[in-house]
C-alpha cells in the first residue's frame, strides 16, 4: 500500500522551532516531488514548500521563506521540512503529499496524501 506518514507536530512557543518528517510506504521518495501544505483553521489549505524529483529545486511560499527548509533524506525515505522562527500564524494542519516525476507541486495535481500532523504555535 502506497502511503505519506507525517510526523513531528506538536505545541511550540513563537520563536521556537519544529522539524516535520513525511515518510514513505510503498514507493521511494526521489522519484517524487514532494510538497508541504497547511491548512489553518477555517481558512483553505495553501502550499507551503516544495522540493521537485530529479534536481531537488526547493519551492517556498513567501509566508515562510528564509524561515521553514525543505530536505530530503533518500535513505531514510523521508522528507523533512525544518520550521525556524515559528509565528502564532503557522499553526495548522501540516500535510505532505507527492507526485511522480514532478518538478512542482500543484495542489490538485498531487497523486498521494498524509494524514496531517498539527502544528500549534502560542504562548
Known amino acids: 500500500q502506497l502511503q505519506l506518514v507525517e510526523s513531528g507536530g506538536g505545541l511550540v512557543q513563537p520563536g521556537n522551532s519544529l522539524r516535520l518528517s513525511c515518510v514513505a510506504s510503498g514507493f521511494t521518495l526521489d522519484s517524487y516531488a514532494i510538497g508541504w501544505f497547511r491548512q489553518a483553521p477555517g481558512k483553505e489549505r495553501e502550499g507551503v514548500s516544495c522540493i521537485s524529483s530529479g534536481d531537488d529545486t526547493k519551492y517556498y511560499a513567501g509566508s515562510v521563506k528564509g524561515r521553514f527548509t525543505i530536505s530530503r533524506d533518500n535513505a531514510k525515505n523521508t522528507v523533512y521540512l525544518q520550521m525556524n522562527s515559528l509565528k502564532p500564524e503557522d499553526t495548522a494542519v501540516y500535510y505532505c503529499?507527492?507526485?511522480?516525476?514532478?518538478?512542482?507541486?500543484?495542489?490538485?495535481?498531487?497523486?498521494?496524501w498524509g494524514k496531517g500532523t498539527s502544528v500549534t504555535v502560542s504562548s
Open positions: 503529499a507527492g507526485l511522480w516525476d514532478g518538478k512542482a507541486c500543484p495542489e490538485y495535481g498531487m497523486e498521494y
